[in-house]
């Protein structure tokens, strides 16, 4: 990964949208299982990480072209954007 301090455009906002949603929207449509759920900021779509076996926030990406990404995790201190045209992380801690 890239350092943090790099300049992103993409991460250069103070607020980030959240969500309740806790699965993968299109593992569930498939019957997929996820490691980690990422939130779409363009859309707000729930998709599963890269090291889940579907890789869904990577595809959504690829064909939509949005860009950011933040985690969703129970533990606060972990939770981050990723910029995949940048490919930079945010702490949103």
Same mark, same amino acid.
């Given at each position: ?9 993409? +991460? ?21 299982? %996820?490691?980690?759920?990422? +939130? ?10 890269? /090291? ?24 606060? %201190? /972990? ?8 490919? +930079?992380?945010? /702490?949103?801690?």
């Amino acid at each position: 990964m890239e350092e943090e301090n790099k300049y992103c455009e993409h +991460l250069n906002t103070k607020r980030f949208k959240t969500t309740k949603t806790k699965v993968c929207e299109e593992c569930v449509k498939t019957g997929g299982k %996820w490691i980690h759920l990422r +939130l779409c900021q363009t859309c707000g779509v729930v998709l599963c990480c890269n /090291s889940s076996q579907n890789q869904h926030a990577q595809k959504h990406f690829e064909a939509t072209g949005h860009p950011v990404v933040t985690s969703i995790l129970p533990k606060p %201190w /972990s939770k981050f954007a990723w910029c995949y045209i940048d490919k +930079l992380k945010r /702490s949103l801690v």
